[in-house]
């Protein structure tokens, strides 16, 4: 028996299905992504939802002509344990996919590596 993660459903090709970014906190691992998955698939009107672990976000796409009801997406998270909150659209309407926290935490690897590199070469020169 096969069994497909709820996490790859895509709408059908064709069909224009309205989305919503959401940030999700509190998610370790894959496991902790599908049932935040499973949580927002069980709210009315949702057609498929992507869920993101590393990105900590979610992408909810809406049945055509069913209304986004976001709060009962974010309060089906909160249910099953997580923090949500809704991204906001930008100004062409699309969802803004860039988090803060995720600059942040580039910019925090960027600066380990630097002074990482800093700390090996006057390691080496004093040996």
Do not use: F
């Amino acid at each position: 028996m096969k069994i497909e993660s709820p996490q790859t459903v895509e709408p059908v090709a064709g069909q224009n299905a309205a989305a919503t970014g959401l940030l999700v906190k509190g998610m370790t691992c894959g496991n902790c992504a599908r049932h935040v998955t499973e949580a927002i698939q069980g709210v009315s009107g949702v057609r498929s939802a992507t869920v993101s672990l590393e990105n900590n976000n979610a992408t909810v796409r809406w049945n055509p002509g069913a209304p986004a009801n976001i709060p009962a997406v974010i309060e089906a998270i909160k249910n099953a344990g997580y923090e949500a909150k809704e991204i906001p659209a930008d100004a062409s309407g699309s969802a803004s996919c860039t988090c803060h926290e995720a600059k942040h935490k580039n910019k925090r690897w960027q600066w380990n590596l630097i002074l990482g590199l800093a700390v090996t070469v006057l390691l080496m020169i004093g040996e």
